[in-house]
C-alpha cells in the first residue's frame, strides 16, 4: 500500500467513520442530528476530551504510556471534593481541590512509573480499582449532595447550543495542550522520546521527568474532570469514571496516535471523543440497550488497535 | 611490600601524564570498565589531540565501544581517570559529555525517525523564545542555522522539512554530524559510521570526517574497514579483549600488520591473550 496513505491510514477512517455516522443518521433518523443533540454530545463529551487528551499524551510519550486510571481519578477527585467541603473548606475551593486531587494521584501513577519501572499499564490498572475503590468506599456506593449553586449554574449554563464547561474548560485546555506540543520544545521533547527513547536520553532530555509531569497532567485533566462532574449533576457519585477508560483509550487509538509512542495528536484524538459520544447518542437516542452501547465502543476500540497496528508496523 | 607494584604503576602513570603532549585534548589513563563478571575494558591509556583522526580498531567485542561511551559519558567506568581539556573529569551522563564538548554519534545512529531534519539537530537544544518561561520553537532560526550546518559540511538533504525517516543511510549521518557540530562539539565520536553505507555515501562520510579534523576538532573514529581507516586516519589503536594493545602513526604501519594486530597474528597482541 501506498506508503503515505499507510501513515494516514486513522486519520483518514476517522473521517470515513464521521461522515458514515452522520451520513446514516442523516438518511435514517434525521431527527437526532439537532441542536439539542449537540449539547447533549458535548456535555458527555466534556469529561471524555479531557481524560482522552491527558491520555493521549502519555500514549505519545511512549516507553508503553498508558492511563487506565483515568475513569477512578476523575470519580475520586469529585468524592474527595464534595469530602472537602463536608470537612469545612468553603466552596470556591471546589474546583481547585478536585484539581489538586487529580495531581497528586496522578503523580502517584508517574511515580510508580517512572521511578519504580513498574509497566505503566500494571501501575494503572492498579490504581484504577485502588481509586475507584475508595472512592465507594469514602461514600459507601452513595451520592454526596451539597454542590455549590455557583458551581451547579456554570455547569448548567449553555452559549446557544454550547455548554459552558466545554466553552471554558475542553477548548481552553485543547488549544493550550496542542500549542504546546506544536509550538514548544516540550512538543518535540514528547514525541522525540515517545518515537525512540534511546535518542531522546542520549540527546540529554530529562525523559523520566517529562513522563512523571505528564501523569501528573492526565491526572489534572481528569480531576477537572471530576470537578465537571459535580457542577453538572450536582452531587459527586463515586461511579461516574465508570467506562471513561475504556472510552478514553478508544479516542486515543482512533484519534491516530500510535499505541507504541512518537506519533499523534489532540486534534484526532479530540474529535475521536466526539464520534465515540456521537455514536453513544445516537444509539441511545434510537433506543438502542446501554450494554450494546459499550460493546460498540469496545468494537470501535479492536478496529482502532487493528488499524495502529497495521498502519505503525515500519517497512 | 605489597603496595610496590601499585606504587610503580603509579610512577608510571605519573610519567606517562608528563610525557603526554600538552595539546592531547583528551587524556584517558588506566581506564576499566566491568559489567558485572565480565571485564570489557581493562587498564587502557589513550590521548586524543585536536585536529587529528583517531581510529579505534580491533575485533568484535573488543571493547571500543564500550571505550566510546565512557568518552561519551553514556558508560562510568570502573576504574581510571579521564581528563578533558585540562579538566579531571567524571561524566554522570551524556550531558555533562556534550557540556565538556563531547558528542557521539553512535553506531545505531540516535535519531528520531518522526521529527523533521532541524528537529533532530536541535533536539534538548532548540532555539527558543521564552514567553513566561514557556519556550516557544524559534523554528525560522532554526532552518537557517541548519541550512549553514549542511552547507559546512557540503552535504545534500533536498527537503529538511522531511521526517528523517525518509531520509538515506549518509543523509541521516549528515543529520547526526551536523547535530554534533551545531553543539559546537570539541571532540566528535563516531561508531562505525560507514558501516550500513553504500559507496558513494562512504565517500562522503570519510570527506566530513576530514574536514571535521581539519576544523581544529578532535575526531575518534571507530571502524572495522581497514581501507576507510587508511584513508581518514592519522594515528589507530587497536584494542583486543579489552586491552589496548597497539598504537601506531599511519606512516609508521600498513594495512598488513593492522590486520595482524586485529586478527591477534602479531606478537604485540598476545598481551592480550594472557588470561
Ligand atoms: N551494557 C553491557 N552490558 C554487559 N556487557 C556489555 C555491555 N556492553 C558491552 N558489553 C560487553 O563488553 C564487551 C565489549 O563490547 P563492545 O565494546 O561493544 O565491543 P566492540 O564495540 O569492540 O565490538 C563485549 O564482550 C560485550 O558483550
Ligand atoms: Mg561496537
Redesign the interface.
Given at each position: 500500500m501506498n506508503h503515505a496513505l499507510r501513515r494516514n491510514l486513522v486519520p483518514v477512517m476517522l473521517c470515513v467513520l464521521w461522515v458514515a455516522l452522520l451520513g446514516t443518521l442523516a438518511a435514517t433518523h434525521a431527527w437526532i442530528l439537532s441542536p439539542r443533540t449537540l449539547t447533549s454530545v458535548l456535555q458527555f463529551a466534556t469529561i471524555l476530551s479531557l481524560a482522552a487528551m491527558g491520555m493521549g499524551l502519555v500514549v505519545i510519550a511512549g516507553g508503553a504510556g498508558i492511563d487506565l486510571s483515568v475513569g477512578g481519578t476523575i470519580s475520586l477527585s469529585a468524592v474527595l471534593g464534595m469530602m472537602g467541603l463536608g470537612a469545612g473548606l468553603p466552596g470556591y475551593w471546589l474546583p481547585m481541590v478536585c484539581l489538586g486531587c487529580g495531581v497528586m494521584l496522578g503523580l502517584f501513577n508517574g511515580l510508580l512509573v517512572t521511578r519504580l519501572g513498574i509497566l505503566p499499564l500494571i501501575v494503572t490498572l492498579g490504581t484504577f480499582y485502588l481509586f475507584s475503590g475508595l472512592a465507594l468506599a469514602l461514600t459507601g456506593g452513595g451520592a454526596i449532595a451539597g454542590v455549590p449553586d455557583w458551581a451547579v449554574g456554570w455547569g448548567r449554563a449553555r452559549w446557544g447550543a454550547l455548554p459552558m464547561p466545554f466553552i471554558t474548560v475542553v477548548l481552553p485546555a485543547f488549544v493550550l495542550l496542542s500549542g504546546l506540543m506544536a509550538l514548544t520544545s516540550w512538543g518535540r521533547w514528547i514525541v522525540a522520546m515517545g518515537d525512540n527513547e534511546r535518542a531522546a536520553r542520549l540527546a540529554g532530555l530529562p525523559v523520566d521527568r517529562v513522563r512523571l509531569m505528564l501523569y501528573a497532567l492526565s491526572g489534572a485533566l481528569a480531576g477537572l474532570g471530576g470537578f465537571i462532574s459535580l457542577a453538572w449533576l450536582g452531587s459527586a457519585r463515586p461511579n461516574i469514571g465508570v467506562n471513561v477508560e475504556l472510552e478514553a483509550l478508544t479516542a486515543v487509538l482512533l484519534g491516530g496516535v500510535a499505541i507504541t509512542g512518537g506519533r499523534g495528536g489532540l486534534v484526532g484524538v479530540v474529535s475521536a471523543a466526539l464520534l465515540v459520544v456521537m455514536l453513544r447518542t445516537a444509539l441511545l437516542q434510537i433506543g438502542i440497550n446501554t450494554v450494546w452501547q459499550t460493546g460498540a465502543i469496545g468494537a470501535l476500540l479492536v478496529v482502532a488497535l487493528l488499524v495502529n497496528r497495521f498502519s505503525n508496523s515500519r517497512g | 611490600m605489597a603496595q610496590l607494584p601499585a606504587l610503580v604503576d603509579g610512577v608510571e602513570r605519573l610519567t606517562d601524564m608528563m610525557q603526554a603532549p600538552p595539546d592531547a585534548f583528551v587524556q584517558a589513563r588506566g581506564i576499566g570498565k566491568r559489567f558485572g563478571a565480565l571485564t570489557a575494558l581493562r587498564d587502557v591509556d589513550i590521548d586524543i589531540r585536536a585536529g587529528e583522526v583517531l581510529a579505534l580498531l580491533g575485533d568484535n567485542g573488543a571493547g571500543k565501544t564500550t571505550f566510546v561511551k565512557v568518552l561519551a559519558g553514556?558508560h562510568v567506568p570502573s576504574d581510571g581517570t579521564l581528563r578533558i581539556g585540562g579538566d579531571t573529569v567524571r561524566f554522570a551522563?551524556?550531558?555533562d559529555a556534550?557540556d565538556h564538548g563531547v558528542a557521539?554519534i553512535?553506531q545505531e545512529l540516535?535519531?528520531?525517525?518522526?521529527?523533521k531534519v532541524a528537529?533532530n539537530i536541535f533536539?534538548?537544544h532548540?532555539l527558543?523564545r521564552p514567553v513566561l518561561g514557556?519556550?516557544?520553537?524559534d523554528r525560522a532560526a532554526m532552518r537557517a542555522r541548519v541550512r549553514v550546518l549542511l552547507g559546512e559540511l557540503d552535504a545534500h538533504i533536498p527537503d529538511i522539512e522531511a521526517p528523517v525517516g525518509s531520509l538515506s543511510g549518509g543523509q541521516r549521518q549528515a543529520v547526526a554530524i551536523a547535530r554534533a557540530l551545531n553543539l559546537d562539539a570539541r571532540l566528535i565520536i563516531m561508531d562505525e559510521p560507514t558501516a550500513a553505507l553504500a559507496v558513494a555515501e562512504t565517500r562522503k562520510v570519510l570527506n566530513l570526517t576530514r574536514r571535521l579534523a581539519e576544523s581544529g576538532r578532535a575526531v575518534v573514529i571507530v571502524s572495522h574497514n581497514i581501507a576507510d581507516v587508511f584513508e581518514v586516519a592519522d594515528r589507530m589503536i587497536v584494542f583486543r579483549r579489552g586491552r589496548k594493545i597497539a598504537e601506531r602513526k599511519r606512516a609508521e604501519t600498513d594495512p598488513d600488520e593492522i590486520v595482524a594486530l586485529i586478527t591477534g597474528a602479531h606478537p604485540d597482541a598476545r598481551v592480550a591473550d594472557q588470561p
Open positions: - | 553514556a551522563s551524556p550531558r556534550a557521539t553512535y540516535a535519531l528520531s525517525e518522526n521529527l528537529e533536539l534538548g532548540e527558543v514557556v519556550p516557544f520553537l
